[in-house]
């Protein structure tokens, strides 16, 4: 029987967050963090609206090492910030990076939108926390269509899988141990060798002109390219080793620079090695994300140490004198979930008026249930007035809340995301992010905010 073919990849994207944080003990560049509003499922839905895959899918999959919930589905959240249809499957992925790659090796038929995001946290001063970064990225798997062309095939997969005791993690631990990095890399050299030889050999390839290596263990994302053949690029993920999303981001960025007709060899050494060859194609260079990984990764707002440890749970400074935010409520949540998670509004079919949150009165007219949505997610406002709040709860002072007019006649009051009050200005043009609000007796409160389209200056480090 001939096995299916394998599907291609339709599109991708990346994101990462815009905040940079100077760790303890390190030399080298900034790391990337995500802020204390952004987590795998935020992070998650703001690479799928920059990969462009605005195609149907069959099924939404969530790769992380960094759940926002257990027991519970994370993808869930992304599918209903997508306002993607309720046909379509969403389910989680929660491992290492293995989770990502045996999506991107499948044979599954089904339309899949594979995405894989991460937020790394390290203990202080320790190579993870200084070799990490949160980041996520998505690809769009299938089969090639008129309206969706082939912007790389899938030529062949390799696999192999070996227990060792390399790196860990227990589930109520914020952070992973790992034996001597060169014990890793000596388990995971002739894994490396096997899988690339093997992907290759059913590719009819010799070499391929990209490789990109993605692996948890330092020293094989130092030395493994060393054993690649002269003349042939070789890159991993531009970040540093960002858990599930590595495999993903090392993809993208290849893809960013390739051109028409190159070969990609993708190896990810996590729990044994994975390979996949890829062959870019014509379609390619005009259908890439708006912004690529490159593009992304200057720094544009630094956030303080203390701060960030403060973030991630692992310095307490002490809370605003103000009571802590309430829990959210399960029923009135789902009510609402058009509104609070797929921010769609209703557009009054008689006079056209956006109302927002949605109605089924108008709110210019008066038409009753004549109304249809908008999503609301994917416009562009501007400022009508704002505040800056310095009392109010809040992981990171001052709340910034700003009253956003939309086309077409729609205001609504959000917070501000990543907020530079001192570049607010009425008239200034604001996006929708979809972020966490508060995070209340163990649920996450999440909602669209703001944020500033234009980016600021680096602040000089003092």
């Given amino acids: 029987m001939t ?38 499922v935020t992070m998650a839905v703001e690479a799928v609206r920059r990969s462009g895959a605005g195609v149907p899918v069959d099924a ?4 992380t090492t960094s759940p926002p919930y257990f027991d519970k589905t994370n993808a869930s959240a992304i599918h209903a910030a997508l306002n993607l249809p309720r046909a379509v499957r969403a389910e989680d992925r929660i491992g290492t990076a293995r989770s990502t790659m045996s999506v991107l090796a499948s044979r599954d038929p089904a339309s899949t939108l594979l995405v894989a995001a991460d937020v790394r946290v390290g203990r202080p001063g320790s190579s993870d926390e200084r070799g ?16 969706a062309p082939a912007l790389a095939e899938i030529l062949a997969t390799a696999s192999v899988t070996a227990e060792a005791l390399e790196r860990w993690r227990t589930p109520d631990s914020p952070f992973a141990s790992t034996w001597e990095e060169r014990f890793g890399y000596e388990h995971y050299l002739p894994m490396i060798d096997e899988v690339a030889h093997r992907a290759l050999s059913e590719a009819g390839l010799t070499q391929p002109d990209r490789v990109v290596i993605t692996s948890p263990n330092s020293a094989v994302r130092k030395r493994a390219g060393a054993r690649i053949p002269a003349g042939v690029e070789t890159s991993g993920s531009p970040v540093g080793f960002a858990g599930a999303a590595d495999p993903l981001l090392g993809l993208a960025h290849a893809l960013d620079r390739a051109e028409p007709g190159e070969t990609v060899l993708v190896i990810s050494a996590a729990d044994g090695a994975d390979a996949v060859v890829l062959r870019t194609t014509g379609a390619l260079p005009g259908r890439r994300p708006e912004t690529s990984l490159a593009a992304q990764l200057g720094s544009e707002l630094e956030v303080p140490y203390t701060t960030y440890l403060s973030w991630r749970g692992l310095l307490e400074f002490e809370p605003p004198r103000r009571p802590e935010p309430d829990r959210v409520a399960g029923p009135p949540a ?16 008689a006079c056209r008026f956006v109302n927002l949150p949605p109605v089924r009165v108008c709110r210019s ?26 009392l109010a709860y809040s992981p990171s002072p001052p ?20 907020a530079r009050p001192d570049d607010l200005a009425v008239g200034a043009p604001l996006e929708m992010v979809f972020r966490r609000l508060v995070t209340a007796q163990g649920v996450h409160n999440y909602f669209w905010k703001a944020r500033q389209t234009a980016a600021p200056a680096v602040e000089e480090e003092r």
């Fill in 3 to 40: 096995a299916p073919a394998r599907p291609a990849v339709l599109g991708y994207g990346g994101y990462l967050p815009a905040w940079r944080v100077q760790v303890k003990g390190a030399r080298g560049p900034q790391r990337i963090a995500a802020s204390f509003d952004e987590d795998a």
């Fill in 60 to 63: 939404l999959v969530l790769a």
């Fill in 132 to 147: 990490g970064a949160d980041a996520a990225a998505a690809v769009l798997l299938g089969a090639a269509t008129e309206n």
């Fill in 334 to 349: 789902a009510r609402s979930a058009d509104w609070k998670f797929g921010l769609r509004g209703s557009r009054c079919t």
């Fill in 365 to 390: 007219c008066g038409a009753v249930d004549a109304m249809e949505p908008v999503p609301v997610s994917e416009l562009t406002g501007t400022t009508a007035t704002y505040t800056v709040d310095r």
């Fill in 399 to 418: 709340v910034v809340d700003v009253v956003v007019d939309f086309p077409e006649g729609g205001r609504a009051t959000f917070e501000v995301a990543d």
